[in-house]
Nanobody, 120 residues
Framework: QVQLVESGGGLVQAGGSLRLSCAAPGRTFSTGWFRQAPGKEREFVAAISWGGVTTYFADAVKGRFTIYRDNAKNTVYLQMNSLRPEDTAVYYC????????????????WGQGTQVTVSS
């Protein structure tokens, strides 16, 4: 069973930064971050390939968020800068074998999520 564990969420003021971490499996998985705000569907945020060469971002976070990984530590990071109130959501880490994808259904393994709240 593959287990993912997110950490790093919290409360931050608009314009601030947070870094989320995902303890990911030590296998050749691509990893994605998704988020879900109250009353909304879960949506794609960013993804990174196993080797870290390929990344992809949702338009809403492009230029503000960065994704990278340290495979020696089996950890994927989501650096979030210039946070906005609309970034408030539960953030989930997800993993899949193969290349990166943007669909929720494309990922087989999910963490429990970490809350990010951005105050105005």
């Amino acid at each position: 069973q593959v287990q993912l564990v997110e950490s790093g969420g919290g409360l931050v003021q608009a314009g601030g930064s947070l870094r989320l971490s995902c303890a990911a499996p030590g296998r050749t998985f691509s990893t994605g971050w998704f988020r879900q705000a109250p009353g909304k569907e879960r949506e794609f945020v960013a993804a990174i390939s196993w080797g870290g060469v390929t990344t992809y971002f949702a338009d809403a976070v492009k230029g503000r968020f960065t994704i990278y990984r340290d495979n020696a530590k089996n950890t994927v990071y989501l650096q979030m800068n210039s946070l906005r109130p609309e970034d408030t959501a539960v953030y989930y880490c997800a993993a899949r074998e193969g290349g990166i994808r943007v669909g929720v259904r494309d990922y087989n393994y999910w963490g429990q999520g970490t809350q990010v709240t951005v105050s105005s």
